[in-house]
């Protein structure tokens, strides 16, 4: 799916193709940014299994440790929240599932081009007003219009497109005529994830989908080398969380401290509400104030592996404090614990996240390579709200408004 829109851009662009004398001069007339997103990159990846390909970014860019997600550490908060540089609660996504009792409406996945859940200015929207050209496959958000605009070339997410479709799609891009050729394209990868989910980190098949992740971003490297684009191309490869091993003896059943036929009559959470939710690493709910302090005081300290916190009371790293869709109370488990309720079935993943960004389990990684990039550098720690700063900074963009820290930025960055 295409999405043009009337940004005026400059005809210099033009006038130099008619200049150019061989392919490789077409390509080197835009220098691309490039945005691998890898759907549970989990902070140790590149220790475990044998990666040439991201190993080799590494080597010649830079490499972050410890990427820090936000809260909940789940996919859509933190692939908005890379794409904004904006905590959930300035950029209104809390969860993968979420409830704002304005719309009074539920949020789940499935309403990505629904623009009333995604506040905040995009990366790709950013790139667009300054008249560049953005493109952007299956990334969170980018089904939803910012102010009526997208970017100019844009696919929503569809599982069934095979890896290998999503890198030629890419290298469809860059072989646009240069006066339409995206300045940024971003790109998105599940099969981590999915295989991390179902059968738990340090797997066979983990270790096989991050062997294809690793094959993936080597295709993308070949594929700019060959277009003579890979010294003026900027590539960042993140993630947006880790993942840690669940166990069926790691349930906390609510039930077995509070009636919650009682308790639960007057309270919603999107992640508990309905007889077949459960199994969850974070739940938020909402309700009116004495309902809330009533579950408050009768779940508060029933379980050691079991943590209830209350509106006005949220650490400072929760950054949930939306004006509208804050939760009354967020109920989180210990690492690697699920809360669930009597009646509904385990459903069985190995793995999975959500749990305290603080959790090193729940911290993902980032690679970073390209001329602004330093060389050879391991970078301690950063924030996924730091890498809209990032990237507006390697394409020399004014950014909006964004909750990064610019020195840690700068870390990662020649001097």
């Known amino acids: 799916m295409i999405h043009r829109h009337s940004f005026r851009r ?35 990846i590149l220790d475990r299994y044998e990666l040439p390909n991201l190993e080799r970014l590494a080597r010649e860019g830079v490499r972050v440790k410890h990427l820090q997600p936000v809260m909940p550490s789940k996919t859509f908060p933190n692939f908005y929240a890379i794409a904004t540089g904006l905590y959930p609660e300035n950029n209104g996504v809390l969860g993968n599932a979420g409830f704002d009792p304005v719309l009074e409406k539920t949020f789940r996945m499935s309403d990505q081009d629904d623009s009333r859940w995604f506040e905040g200015e995009p990366v790709w929207i950013t790139v667009e007003k300054q ?28 599982g069934s497109v095979e890896n290998d479709e999503r890198v030629a799609q890419v290298m469809t891009w860059v ?13 998105y990868f599940e099969a981590l994830d999915s295989a991390s989910h179902g059968f738990g980190v340090g797997s066979d098949e983990e270790a096989a989908a991050a062997s294809e992740i690793d094959d993936l971003v080597g295709s993308l490297w070949q594929g700019l080398q060959q277009r003579g684009l890979l010294s003026q191309s900027h590539i960042v490869v993140v993630g947006d ?14 039930d077995d401290y509070v009636d919650l036929r009682a308790e639960f009559s007057q309270l919603y959470s999107p992640q508990l509400s309905g007889d077949r939710q459960g199994n969850a690493v974070y739940a938020a709910l909402y309700g009116e104030p004495d309902n809330l302090d009533s579950f408050y005081e009768s779940i508060k300290d029933r379980h050691e592996h079991l943590s209830v916190f209350r509106k006005g009371e949220y650490p400072d790293w929760f950054h949930l404090s ?52 330093a060389e050879g550098k391991d970078v301690p720690m950063l924030h996924v709200v730091d890498i809209y700063s990032l990237l507006v900074r390697l394409m020399q963009l004014s950014p909006a408004n964004n909750d990064g820290n610019a020195s840690r930025v700068q870390a990662l960055l020649r001097q």
């Not at 072989?175 to 790109?187: G, K, N, T, W």
């Not at 004006?323 to 809360?339: A, F, Q, T």
């Not at 959500?354 to 729940?362: A, H, K, Q, V, Y």
């Open 10 to 44: 400059p005809l210099a662009t033009l006038l130099a193709l008619m200049l150019l004398t061989t392919p490789f001069a077409v390509y080197a007339e835009k220098p691309l940014t490039l945005l691998v997103g890898v759907d549970g990159f989990r902070w140790d």
């Open 131 to 158: 008249n560049k050209i953005a493109a952007t496959m299956f990334w969170v958000g980018t089904a939803a219009a910012y102010e009526g605009v997208r970017p100019s070339y844009w696919r929503p997410f569809d």
């Open 175 to 187: 072989d646009l005529p240069v006066a339409d050729r995206p300045d940024f394209i971003s790109v």
């Open 241 to 254: 969380h880790g993942m840690t091993n669940l166990s069926a003896e790691k349930i906390i059943y609510l």
């Open 322 to 373: 939306h004006p509208v869709r804050e939760p009354g109370l967020v109920i989180m488990p210990d690492n690697g614990w699920l809360v669930s309720k009597r009646g509904v079935p385990y459903y069985g993943p190995r793995a999975t996240h959500g749990f305290s960004p603080l959790e090193t389990d729940m911290q993902a990684t980032l690679l970073g390579y390209g001329p602004a990039f």
